[in-house]
Nanobody
Framework: QVQLVESGGGLVQAGGSLRLSCVVS????????MGWFRQAPGKEREFVAR????????FYAASVKGRFTISRDNPKNTVYLQMNSLKSEDTAVYYC????????WGQGTQVTVSS
């Protein structure tokens, strides 16, 4: 059974930082792209960032570019999202998944940024 377990969220003041982690189990770590997504209250889930298997290719949503950094550790089956200069509009539940995403989602991790 494939499991995606996100962690590292929390409450942080605007301008602060958080580092999210996502451990993938139950299958071989994707040899393709992995991504981070988020869903704010009352909004659709949206793309945040993606990273190639090698880590050499990354792409970010315009809203987070320059503030967030995605990385991965393949031997640990883990993807990370370093989030700096957080803003109130970054408040959301954050998820990891393949990119393009599969139908299996984890429980996500809540990030709340207070202004």
């Amino acid at each position: 059974q494939v499991q995606l377990v996100e962690s590292g969220g929390g409450l942080v003041q605007a301008g602060g930082s958080l580092r999210l982690s996502c451990v993938v189990s139950g299958r071989t770590f994707s040899s393709g792209y992995m991504g981070w997504f988020r869903q704010a209250p009352g909004k659709e889930r949206e793309f945040v960032a993606r990273i190639s298997w090698s880590g050499l290719s990354t792409f970010y949503a315009a809203s987070v570019k320059g503030r967030f950094t995605i990385s991965r550790d393949n031997p640990k089956n883990t993807v990370y999202l370093q989030m700096n200069s957080l803003k109130s509009e970054d408040t959301a539940v954050y998820y990891c998944n393949d990119h393009p995403p599969s139908s299996s989602w984890g429980q996500g991790t809540q990030v709340t940024v207070s202004s």
